[in-house]
């Protein structure tokens, strides 16, 4: 009852309404409101009526199972052996032809035909049918029919040529995987799959046939791969790449190997070997690329697993067959720096993403810096090749320092190096210090270029360096770039005094033993300096080395002379050093803590 509903209580004409009626009535409309609010909510709270009354049963019939409310729900032992049976029914379809095939009745190569037909006639049929799990029994009785099928009429009957038989593979899972595809049937599809590739390995080692079954997992892989694009079908991704990889990597070692690949696979072409291994890599990291720069998401652990194993096995096979050919090289290298271009500019776009893809910079970055230099030294000449890896490093570390990317710094040390490496910097400078007889011939010009380009980029980064909290995690490999630089500048040094000619052994002992003396001494200072580049790690391992260097070999060959100045100048450095290193601060607090009484 609503307080609507309550009559005006009125006086009666001619008297005065009694005293305090009007708060009385007041008080009791708030009476009552305070009761319907407390009756509406348990209302509420009360489930319906509906809900409370029992769905009737549904009368058992034929009908029942035509409900469309029960699709949800698990199928019926009933439904469940309809459709077995109808798989048996096609299995002795199928029977029936092999049975004529045997008889003589129909010719082998028809028979064959007639039963890729009829596999392929009832996958349509399963296309067709109203619901998936109509579809997913006949599209697994074609499955269960066209691979032995195929592997029979290819080993066995050796009907299908090779060629002919791994392209009649990838046609039936093609047309396995629409009908799957548009029935939702992901189990069905997993079962085409793994079907499709063991046939195809199958019919690959029995008939010695290598190059068709490695193309026909390569388009398989290409196709699972953006088939699971469009659904959450990933893990189908993995078993497809993996007989890709498997395939070529087969193909390349049979193709290169020393002396040809033996009797049994001598139709094997060398220049398809190397097509099919580049296209191997042209094809899963193309469409990485390609799908990271669309949808700009980031790179997943399968794009970066099967990445490397395509640099291996993909490129890695490209240049073991390019070599074993003895031709062709320069455009392999041609192309593969070209690559390198190419993943550069896809990392661009992903330049100014500090957090959210940071790994596909990271990602196309690497890829273009192992295109680089797997590419260059079949494209340009050795010495060439490391001052450009010189000049890229500086590159790499101007980059670096304006784009605040630590993966570039690292980058930059391993141009660096590459360039040390290749220009012979680092086995010149090894020789200088270690060899008895001394430094016979001066460093190449590529190498003095490489050690310019290290000092060059040291001293970029001791410019344009950022605060300490972003530089922290780049001093390993500054560390390594000024270690090299270290060894480079103290061996020029020692070919200073002694290169040219044949010193005797206690003056080339004598200007080893001050070169490395002032190197610690010299670190000791820059460490205590500029503190950013963390020299001072290397003074104790630095005289621990000078140490060694000078029990052995100045103690061995020195004459009073020389030892004279061994002797002065080592102990020095061992005076000088570990005071340099002492933190500022520190020392003027024992200074501090001594002058007090």
Same mark, same amino acid.
């Given at each position: ?10 006086? /009666? ?37 509906? =809900? ?27 439904? @469940? ?33 007639? !039963? ?26 074609? #499955?269960? #029919? +066209? ?17 002919? =038989? ?13 009908? /799957? ?61 993996? =007989? ?5 990597? #087969? ?11 033996? $009797? ?119 010495? %060439? ?5 010189? %000049? ?42 270690? $060899? &008895? ?12 270029? &490489? ?7 040291? /001293? ?11 530089? @922290? ?11 090299? +630089?270290?060894? !480079? ?10 290169? !040219? ?19 610690? #001494? ?31 070999? $100045? ?29 500022? =601060? ?12």
């Amino acid at each position: 009852m609503s307080t609507a509903q309550v009559p005006p209580l009125k006086a /009666a004409p001619g008297e005065a309404p009694p005293a305090g009626l009007e708060s009385r009535l007041a008080a009791l409309a708030e009476v009552v409101r305070d009761l319907e609010a407390r009756v509406g909510t348990l209302e509420a709270a009360r489930p319906p009526a509906s =809900a409370l009354t029992p769905a009737p049963t549904p009368a058992p019939g034929p009908l029942l199972e035509e409900a469309p409310l029960l699709d949800a729900a698990l199928p019926s032992p009933t439904r @469940i052996l309809g459709l077995v049976g109808r798989v048996c029914l096609i299995l002795g379809g199928a029977y029936l032809i092999r049975a004529l095939v045997d008889a003589g009745t129909v010719p082998r190569g028809v028979g064959v035909a007639l !039963g890729l037909a009829y596999a392929a006639t009832w996958a349509i049929l399963g296309h067709r049918a109203r619901r998936p799990l109509d579809a997913a029994f006949p599209t697994l009785a074609s #499955i269960l #029919i +066209a691979y032995p099928l195929l592997v029979e009429a290819s080993t066995r009957f050796g009907i299908l040529a090779p060629g002919l =038989a791994a392209l009649l593979l990838v046609a039936v899972a093609v047309l396995h995987a629409a009908v /799957a595809w548009r029935r939702d049937l992901h189990a069905t599809l997993w079962t085409a799959t793994l079907a499709a590739l063991g046939s195809g390995f199958l019919v690959m080692m029995a008939r010695r046939s290598i190059e068709p079954f490695a193309a026909a997992f390569l388009a398989l892989g290409a196709g699972a791969l953006w088939l699971t694009y469009g659904r959450r079908w990933h893990g189908l991704r993995w078993p497809t790449a993996l =007989a890709a990889d498997a395939g070529i990597l #087969i193909l390349t070692v049979l193709a290169a190997w020393p002396g040809g690949p033996g $009797d049994l696979y001598r139709g094997l072409s060398l220049n398809r070997a190397l097509f099919l291994a580049l296209a191997l890599a042209a094809v899963y990291i193309g469409s990485f690329a390609v799908r990271m720069l669309q949808r700009r998401r980031v790179v997943n652990a399968f794009e970066i697993i099967q990445t490397a194993l395509v640099l291996l096995v993909g490129f890695g096979g490209a240049v073991r067959v390019a070599l074993a050919s003895g031709s062709g090289t320069a455009l392999l290298g041609a192309g593969i720096s070209l690559a390198g271009v190419g993943c550069y500019a896809a990392a661009l776009p992903f330049a100014d993403d500090q957090d959210e893809t940071r790994a596909n910079f990271n990602f196309f970055t690497f890829l273009a810096l192992v295109f680089l230099l797997l590419g260059g030294p079949f494209v340009l000449p050795l010495p %060439v090749f490391a001052t450009l890896s010189g %000049v890229l490093g500086l590159a790499a570390m101007v980059a670096a320092l304006r784009l605040r990317r630590k993966v570039l710094v690292l980058q930059s040390g391993l141009y660096l190096v590459t360039s040390a490496l290749a220009s012979g910097l680092g086995s010149w400078a090894l020789h200088v210090f270690m $060899d &008895s007889v001394g430094p016979t011939a001066p460093a190449t010009s590529a190498g003095l270029a &490489s050690l310019l380009a290290l000092f060059a980029t040291l /001293a970029y980064f001791l410019l344009r360096r950022p605060p300490d909290p972003v530089t @922290i995690p780049m001093r390993p490999a500054i560390l390594v770039l000024g270690a090299l +630089a270290a060894a !480079g500048l103290g061996a020029v040094a020692i070919w200073a005094c002694c290169g !040219g000619r044949t010193p005797e052994p206690g003056g080339l002992a004598l200007a080893r033993t001050l070169v490395l003396s002032a190197l610690a #001494i010299a670190l000791a200072w820059l460490g205590r300096r500029v503190p950013v580049l963390e020299l001072r790690w290397m003074v104790y391992p630095l005289l621990a080395v000078t140490t060694l260097k000078f029990l052995f070999e $100045d103690m061995a060959v020195g004459r009073p002379l020389t030892l004279f100045l061994a002797f002065m100048g080592f102990g020095t450095t061992l005076i000088l050093a570990p005071r340099l290193l002492r933190n500022p =601060a520190a020392q003027d607090v024992d200074e501090d803590s001594e002058d007090a009484p």
